[in-house]
């Protein structure tokens, strides 16, 4: 089982040292797959890995409080999504991975624009699957409410590849930590004089210098009316590629996973 050692992390307030644990399977161009806010286990990418590991090389890493990483001692800051950006690289500098193309699903996605805007060399690409541009999601906060206080009323598929990800004593706190920390954000966006602007890149997005497509489900539950559009418009270079027959997670739902294979498949061919 492969883990790397990080002496600290950004992320990981406390914890000395900190074991990320990985997955690494194919050969070939490296891909980065950064997972979602409650984990790899949810929406794997398993159907994508059988596809093409032949030629391509995905890399996998649980950051940390998932999965078999090191979990955290404290709750997440409203910067979490930065800190994790900064622990992805140090784990990619762990690897020896000096470039690849990464792809990140919900805050996943996230995380790799964050990649994107502070480390441009180290991406060939970015896939920005079921992308967040908001802090506040006003049609997400009863989701968001609801699991915080209540992670019990998850349903029971969704609660046996949490606990199989995370572990069965872990993976409610897994949920509560996610959703609680979009409750601050929407929070501080929100407050008057608050810190917080609207969108999660402080308006920089238009900086970014390395290739972008966008990969969303056209039902996504998650997105707010609009979302997807200010965010397109403010990386006016970017591809935007959408799942008629989407929702939160187009490469692992059964309507959708051929399409975004077809997808990845014109994405990795390309240099």
Known sequence: MPFVELKNSPRAAGVR??????????????????????????????????????????????????GRSSPLLTQLPTDFHQRAAEETLLVLDALGIERAVLWGHSDGAVIAAMIGLSAPRRCERLILEAFHFYRDKPGSRSFFSGFANHPENVNEKIQSLLAADHGAERWSEVVQRNCRVWLKLAAASTRPGGALGEDLYDGRLREMKVPVTFVHGRHDPRTEPGEIERAHEA???AEARFIEDGRHSPHSEKESWRECNGILRELMANK
């Open 17 to 66: 040292p900190v074991q990320i644990h990985y997955r690494d399977v194919g050969t070939g161009r490296p891909l980065v797959f950064l997972h979602g806010g409650w984990g790899y286990g949810v929406y794997p990418i398993e159907r994508q890995i059988a596809a093409f590991k032949s030629h391509v090389r995905f890399v996998i890493p649980d950051r940390s409080g998932h």
């Open 235 to 237: 990386l006016a270079g």
